[in-house]
């Protein structure tokens, strides 16, 4: 994977995986629990890439955003090799 100049090796994995057209599908789209789509309703976030903007802490404080949400996005994330485009 070629190393973007402006910004370290990690950042540009990150980069990189950030395009994969799973993170462009519709959150609609996945089989998911109730809860995350309540979620993302409240949040107006309408693919996963809108989610991965934020770091976890911040999910964590987002209305509606609990532990099962986040359980549910790491299966989604991790049945596509994501999961390391989630931020601390």
Same mark, same amino acid.
């Given at each position: 994977?070629? *190393? +973007?100049?402006?910004? #370290?090796?990690? $950042?540009?994995?990150?980069?990189?995986?950030?395009?994969?057209? &799973?993170? %462009?599908?519709?959150?609609?789209?996945?089989? *998911? &629990?109730?809860?995350?789509?309540?979620?993302?309703?409240? /949040? /107006?976030? /309408?693919?996963?890439? !809108? &989610?991965?903007?934020?770091?976890?802490?911040? %999910? %964590?404080?987002?209305? #509606?955003? #609990?532990?099962?949400?986040?359980? !549910?996005? %790491?299966? &989604?994330?991790? $049945?596509?090799? +994501?999961? /390391?485009?989630?931020? !601390?």
């Amino acid at each position: 994977m070629p *190393t +973007l100049w402006f910004v #370290g090796a990690e $950042e540009s994995k990150r980069m990189m995986k950030a395009i994969h057209p &799973i993170l %462009l599908k519709p959150v609609e789209q996945f089989e *998911t &629990i109730e809860e995350f789509k309540e979620m993302c309703t409240l /949040n /107006n976030f /309408n693919t996963l890439s !809108d &989610i991965i903007k934020y770091p976890v802490s911040q %999910l %964590l404080k987002k209305p #509606g955003f #609990g532990m099962r949400v986040l359980k !549910d996005l %790491l299966r &989604i994330l991790m $049945e596509n090799n +994501l999961e /390391n485009v989630l931020k !601390d």
